[in-house]
């Protein structure tokens, strides 16, 4: 079975603090992506990477930077935290290919205050 | 226009009923569709996913796909109280390695 590995399961943080999230894959999968949930909003994608070192902007990454050193870690980066980044995160995996379903990890719940 | 529409229920069956949930997408370009099922405070898990015209079958789910009026379905047999559940559609460009997500259906099953 896949195992994407969220290093928190909630968290909280002053406004202007710098943080880090850390997701781990053990599957070797190539694509990793970090997305937002809210209500109302949906799943919306903050940034993905498709090989070390490679990433994408997705639909949403202003305040938001990423770092893929390694294939199985894919770290989300809030630079300046603010209260509208408070959310839920989601990190996910998938091989490259037509019918490659995201795996995702148990979710980050974070709070900024 | 959102790239994937839901409904966003809730939608109530009662248990033993077939629950229909449905997603509409605008991208002609889009290949392959995902069926998710959300828990509440829960993430994702996939259910199925399908690529080709017609159905697919995986135990009580079935998946319907018909590009042609760029609508997917996923219906529910023998509804267990335990499906209740968010169900989230989604929908990837061969060409793309993003999954663009619908809101998500709410479904109820009453005991």
């Known amino acids: 079975d896949v195992k994407v590995t969220q290093s928190s399961r909630y968290l909280v943080k002053r406004t202007g603090e710098k943080v880090f999230l850390e997701c781990v894959q053990d599957?070797?999968?190539?694509?990793m992506f970090w997305y937002r949930q809210d209500p109302g909003l949906g799943l919306r994608l903050i940034y993905f990477?498709?090989?070390?070192?490679?990433?994408e902007k997705g639909d949403i990454p202003e305040g938001y930077s990423v770092s893929r050193e390694k294939k199985e870690r894919f770290s989300l980066i809030l630079e300046s935290a603010s209260t509208n980044q408070t959310s839920m995160y989601l990190c996910?995996?998938?091989?490259?290919?037509?019918?490659?379903?995201?795996?995702f990890g148990n979710g980050t719940r974070l709070t900024v205050t | 226009q959102k790239e994937v529409e839901q409904n966003s229920g809730p939608l109530s069956v009662p248990e033993g009923a077939i629950a229909s949930l449905n997603c509409t997408y605008s991208?002609?370009?889009?290949?392959?569709f995902f069926w998710y099922r959300q828990y509440s405070g829960k993430s994702p898990e996939l259910i199925m996913f399908?690529?080709?015209?017609g159905d697919k079958e995986d135990g009580r789910f079935t998946a319907q796909l018909n590009k042609a009026s760029q609508y997917v379905s996923l219906l529910i047999r023998d509804s267990q109280p335990s499906d209740s559940a968010t169900y989230l559609c989604?929908?990837?460009?061969?060409?793309?390695?993003?999954?663009?997500f619908g809101s998500g259906t709410r479904l109820l099953v009453r005991p």
């Open positions: 996910a995996s998938s091989l490259s290919g037509m019918g490659s379903p995201l795996h």
């Open positions: 599957m070797d999968h190539e694509n």
């Open positions: 990477s498709y090989d070390v070192k490679m990433k």
């Open positions: 991208d002609r370009g889009s290949q392959s």
């Open positions: 399908i690529y080709s015209n």
């Open positions: 989604a929908a990837r460009r061969d060409s793309s390695y993003k999954l663009i």
